[in-house]
């Protein structure tokens, strides 16, 4: 984790079932570092089914399994981490679910939080989140109705929380955006609907994964 700068989310809001293993594969192949799965309208069997799936493809890559909300089956899978949202509890709650109701998870587990503001990454730096996600940058349709917050804060926010946990700045970033970014003083990134709507995913997630290393 510490060594990664691509986060990629395979997100069932635009990748069908049938497609998430040769998508997730493109993913892998390109030089992804971190691998989600999200799909926050599905009904856990379908989610537990798809994770089944690409979890052994993340092992063989050597690229940590994360599961966006749902840390029992994060837990029960053997995943690497959860992302868990604002609304989705304190990183105490998840720590306290997992030792109570698993005594022996997948170690070391990752706990990763979305952030939307400079004060929200510094309070899930002090709460001991093992990473966060910062953004949405620019308006983005995975994160409809959340206001993007721009690049003004992306230094600050590196500074007081990046250089100490692993800050991923995300939303609405593509190969196009992603230059400004950096030059905004990011150094990892999440990107989503640039990657899988991409005519080539491994070229597109390679090509990216290229400008992340020459930064």
């Known amino acids: 984790m ?15 079932e049938a497609d998430a293993v040769s998508v997730t594969a493109s ?28 979890l052994p493809l993340c092992r063989a890559a050597g690229v940590p ?4 909300d749902h840390p029992a089956l994060a837990a029960e899978l053997g995943a690497d981490g959860v992302h868990l949202g604002q609304d989705d509890g304190s990183l105490a709650e998840a720590r ?26 510094r309070a899930a730096l002090a709460e001991g989140f093992d990473y966060i996600g910062f953004g949405p940058l620019f308006p983005t349709p995975t994160k409809a109705g959340r206001p993007a917050i ?32 950096l030059a905004a003083g990011a150094r990892r990134v999440v990107i989503v ?10 070229a597109a997630a390679s090509a990216v994964k290229t400008s992340l290393s020459a930064d």
């Open 193 to 202: 609907s640039a990657l899988l709507q991409a005519p080539d995913i491994q």
């Open 96 to 121: 306290a679910f997992f030792q109570s109701a698993f005594p022996a998870p997948h170690s070391p587990f990752l706990f990763g939080r979305s952030t939307h503001s400079l004060a929200q990454a």
């Open 150 to 181: 721009g690049l003004q804060e992306i230094a600050t926010m590196q500074r007081d929380v990046g250089e100490k946990i692993p800050a991923f700045c995300i939303g609405g970033i593509t190969p196009e955006t992603l230059p400004q970014v």
């Open 65 to 68: 399994f994360i599961l966006n």
């Open 27 to 54: 993913l892998l192949a390109g030089g992804a570092d971190i691998l989600q799965l999200r799909a926050k309208t599905y009904d856990l069997a379908t989610i537990e089914r798809v994770a089944r799936k690409l």
């Open 2 to 16: 510490s060594t990664a700068r691509l986060y990629t989310i395979l997100d069932l809001g635009y990748v069908r």
